[in-house]
């Protein structure tokens, strides 16, 4: 049975990187914590990570006919219009399909949303493309009046923090990228001290809660110069480049070529991978666990292949991980060499991991 | 018809552009801080929402861009409204700062947050932005620091915004000298009959609209009809 996390693992009296770690290679599969993903890298892997910072993208307002709704802002596009998603108020569980084009949002300090066009097509019902007139910005006033995007597998409302990855320095982000989540100063430190490379990109997420079928959402990213020359280097140099993220995969394959050399790119990209577009770039992702619905597993597969990737998502129902932005996580490694690794008990928990000073857990460690 | 929003309707060359739209046909929504003035200003013109306040009232500004919204449309905002600062007008070691606040708050920051608020359905109709300018903004006129540093800013602002709103025309427009009050103002108990009338500047401004050359500074002088032709009809 799948069970979202309902909460930060720092709720749960754990460290960030207390997670559990699914490691999935051709030889099969092994448990373990994030907080000892060294020992499943080598010197000269490089990890893309994604700098990208959430926003509160999460704003109350009233419909034209007094109505509450509650609009998450997916992302700005090109001409200064907004990408957003219209969802029931309070609960936000469910979508509002019922607006109309011209329809006007009120939302708080007299602002207003004015809703243009159905996204992408007129058959879409929940996606709009909607004009904001704000004094400062709409981005500038979601700082002062929104909140973070929550679900309702989140009972609680969390503090933007807890949507912050220790890798954030963008603002930009509908939704965390939450695969670098796990990450802590301290197993970067240990990674960059085993020789393992780490490099950014932005990619400014949008929402996630597609339906099946529908086609991912435009996203604003950036590879720069020194990330584009690192991955052709490592490429070529026979190591692996491995994605912290399907948005740090995105992104990476938004800027290759045909041959899978990596251009420095800046814009925002629709691709779609798929098994008609594989991934040239990425040999490795680090992800969460999240609703394996066809646009999702479709990435997983184009980096990973479907037999691993079913095959991880079957070990992790099986041994209870926890699912989505605040759960455990998964590294797959399709291509890995057979690699001599330490102690392959169940490492599930064999490392006890320490709280950082100053936090201190509710209760003693869990298995999560 | 397209649709205008002008600011400082109720006098000088705000009321004279306000005239020459409703004239062609224009929908016009118009304001001025008298409640009064505006109403006498645009008596008898048809096809004209008068909205009073002021433009450094976000109030204000909330209720012109729910006039604009209820519209569903915008193809021209003039930010005409200006504050020329203390008359006469102190030189600027003796400026007094708030009274500078106040003029860059008319003058600058207050377009600015209505171009803001109305950037949507300005950029939906590849409408046009004209700010008001001034040759203050570029000359080195002794006494017109506050006034003419507000409008150069005003000036730079819109530049940039013309760089960075590719489908918008912006226009900075200086009209030049006009017999209004605002001109009286700046020369108390002078006599200034010999400037030309406001109503004689529209036809540049009409001309800057009909033509839509590239976003820039436009002076009135410079937007001259050739030899006997009329000012030209005006549709976007």
């Not at chain 1, 394959?253 to 040239?280: F, I, K, M, N």
Request: charged share 20%; net charge negative.
């Amino acid at each position: 049975m799948i069970a979202a996390a309902s909460r930060p693992p720092e709720q749960r009296g754990l460290a960030r990187d207390g997670v559990r770690l699914l490691v999935a290679t051709p030889d099969g599969c092994r448990h373990a914590r994030f907080a000892e993903l060294a020992r499943f890298l080598s010197a000269g892997d490089l990890l893309v990570v994604n700098t990208s910072a959430t926003v509160a993208a999460a704003v109350d307002g009233h419909r034209a006919d007094g109505r509450p709704v509650t609009v998450h802002v997916s992302s700005s596009l090109p001409d200064g219009t907004w990408l957003i998603e219209l969802r029931q108020s309070p609960a936000t569980t469910g979508r509002v399909t019922d607006a109309a084009a011209g329809e006007q949002i009120a939302l708080p300090a007299g602002v207003s949303l004015a809703l243009v066009r159905r996204y992408p097509d007129a058959d879409s019902d929940r996606m709009w493309v909607a004009s904001a007139a704000a004094e400062g910005g709409f981005r500038g006033y979601l700082d002062r009046h929104g909140r973070p995007i929550r679900y309702s597998y989140v009972p609680q409302a969390w503090p933007l923090a807890a949507y912050q990855t220790v890798f954030a320095r963008s603002p930009g982000s509908a939704e965390m990228p939450s695969a670098g989540r796990p990450f802590t100063d301290r197993l970067v430190t240990e990674l960059a001290a085993g020789g393992v490379v780490i490099a950014p990109i932005t990619l400014h997420a949008g929402v996630a809660s597609l339906e099946a079928g529908e086609p991912p959402l435009p996203e604003r990213f950036t590879v720069p110069t020194p990330t584009a020359e690192l991955v052709n280097l490592t490429r070529s140099a026979g190591r692996r480049v491995i994605a912290v993220g399907t948005t740090v995969t995105r992104a990476l394959e938004s800027a290759a070529d045909p041959g899978g050399t990596v251009r420095a790119r800046r814009g925002w990209t629709d691709l779609v991978l798929g098994a008609d577009h594989p991934a040239r770039v990425v040999t490795g992702l680090i992800t969460g666990w999240h609703d394996p619905e066809a646009s999702h597993l479709a990435l997983l597969e184009a980096v990973a292949g479907p037999n691993l990737v079913r095959g991880a998502y079957q070990a992790a129902e099986q041994a209870g991980y926890l699912w989505h932005e605040f759960g455990d996580s998964c590294l797959l490694l399709p291509d890995s060499p057979a690699l001599a690794w330490p102690g392959l008990v169940p490492a599930r928990y064999a490392m006890p991991v320490a709280a950082p000073a100053g936090l201190v857990p509710s209760h003693p460690l869990t298995a999560g | 018809m397209p649709i205008a929003l002008i600011t400082g309707a109720s006098r000088g060359l705000g009321r004279a552009i306000t005239h020459a739209l409703a004239d062609r046909g224009w929908t016009l929504i118009a304001d001025a801080r008298r409640a009064g003035d505006l109403t006498a200003a645009l008596h008898g013109l048809a096809g004209v929402t008068a909205i009073p306040g002021d433009v450094t009232d976000p109030g204000h500004r909330a209720r012109l861009a729910a006039a604009v919204a209820g519209h569903g449309r915008l193809d021209l905002l003039v930010n005409n409204a200006s504050r020329l600062g203390p008359s006469p007008q102190p030189h600027l070691r003796d400026y007094p700062l708030a009274e500078l606040a106040r003029v860059y708050d008319t003058d600058v920051i207050a377009p600015l947050a209505l171009i803001q608020l109305l950037a949507g359905p300005l950029t939906a109709a590849a409408g046009t932005i004209v700010n008001v300018s001034s040759d203050a903004a570029v000359e080195a006129y002794p006494g017109w620091g506050g006034y003419g540093s507000a409008k150069a800013a005003l000036d730079q602002l819109t530049s940039v915004l013309g760089a960075e709103e590719q489908p918008l025309r912006c226009y900075a427009f200086d009209p030049g000298d006009m017999r209004t009050d605002m001109h009286q103002q700046a020369f108390p108990g002078e006599d200034i009959s010999d400037r030309p009338e406001p109503e004689t500047v529209v036809p540049a401004l009409l001309r800057l609209l009909a033509g839509r050359p590239p976003s820039g500074r436009y002076r009135a002088s410079d937007l001259a009809a050739p030899a006997g032709l009329a000012a030209p009809a005006v549709t976007p």
